[in-house]
């Protein structure tokens, strides 16, 4: 089974940068598609960005412009770096690995495995 471990989290304030990484093993990202989301409480989990197995990268409308998915092959991660940052940014990011799947609007994935998640914070 793909385990997936998610890291880069924190307490930033508004205008900062974070860089979140996805890790997985034991097996290659390579034939997944890889998606970001993020959840907050009361709300329902959220697409952020998703990239696909040939390198193309979807982000939700709040932050286009803002956040850049990427991957290392060499490290078998997948990077989410998130610029600008806004206070409706904070919430618990997760990474998961699937199948490509383009029917929801500017998300890439289907879901098959999650991390665990990595509180990202943004306040004054």
């Known amino acids: 089974q793909l385990q997936l471990v998610e890291s880069g989290g924190g307490l930033v304030q508004p205008g900062g940068s974070l860089r979140l990484s996805c890790a997985a093993s034991?097996?290659?990202?390579?034939?997944?598609?890889i998606g970001w989301f993020r959840q907050v409480p009361g709300k329902e989990r959220e697409g952020v960005s998703c990239?696909?197995?040939?390198?193309?990268?979807y982000y939700a409308n709040s932050v286009k412009g803002r956040f850049t998915i990427s991957t290392d092959n060499a490290k078998n991660t997948v990077n989410l770096q998130m610029d600008s940052l806004k206070p409706e940014d904070t919430g618990v990011y997760y990474c998961?690995?699937?199948?490509?799947?383009?029917?929801?609007?500017?998300?890439?994935?289907?879901?098959?495995?999650w991390g665990q998640g990595t509180q990202v914070t943004v306040s004054s």
């Open positions: 998961s690995a699937g199948l490509r799947d383009t029917s929801v609007q500017n998300m890439c994935v289907a879901p098959l495995y």
């Open positions: 034991p097996f290659s990202l390579d034939s997944y598609a």
């Open positions: 990239i696909t197995n040939d390198g193309t990268a």
